[in-house]
Nanobody, 126 residues
Framework: QVQLVESGGGLVQAGGSLRLSCTASGRTSSSYAMGWFRQAPGKERNLVAAISPTGGTTDYADAVKGRFTISRDNAKTTVYLEMNSLRPEDTAVYYC???????????????????WGQGTQVTVSS
């Protein structure tokens, strides 16, 4: 079992930056691929970024490429999402997820991940 706790969400103006953190606890959490998903009201939960267990492979949704960066510190069992040049359309609840899945071969979906955090709200004002 893996427990995930997100932090770092909030309200920011367009063009601003935020850094989300996700701290994992439980058995062998560093052996899982990690992902950040987001879900806006009335919309599906979609992948934002994913990172392999070692951090050597990352993948991003087209909408955030060049603006967001995913990273992980396995010694701290923490995954980060650095978000720059934020836009109003980035407004959503952001979820951290862990799963035994290969990163980089295809677009990962929510069903590929086994463990989820409670989510953190990100609101970008125009």
């Amino acid at each position: 079992q893996v427990q995930l706790v997100e932090s770092g969400g909030g309200l920011v103006q367009a063009g601003g930056s935020l850094r989300l953190s996700c701290t994992a606890s439980g058995r062998t959490s560093s052996s899982y691929a990690m992902g950040w998903f987001r879900q806006a009201p009335g919309k599906e939960r979609n992948l934002v970024a994913a990172i392999s267990p070692t951090g050597g492979t990352t993948d991003y949704a087209d909408a955030v490429k060049g603006r967001f960066t995913i990273s992980r510190d396995n010694a701290k069992t923490t995954v980060y999402l650095e978000m720059n040049s934020l836009r109003p359309e980035d407004t959503a609840v952001y979820y951290c997820a862990a799963g035994s899945v290969r990163v980089g071969r295809r677009t990962l979906k929510a069903d590929d991940f086994d463990y989820w955090g409670q989510g953190t709200q990100v609101t970008v004002s125009s």
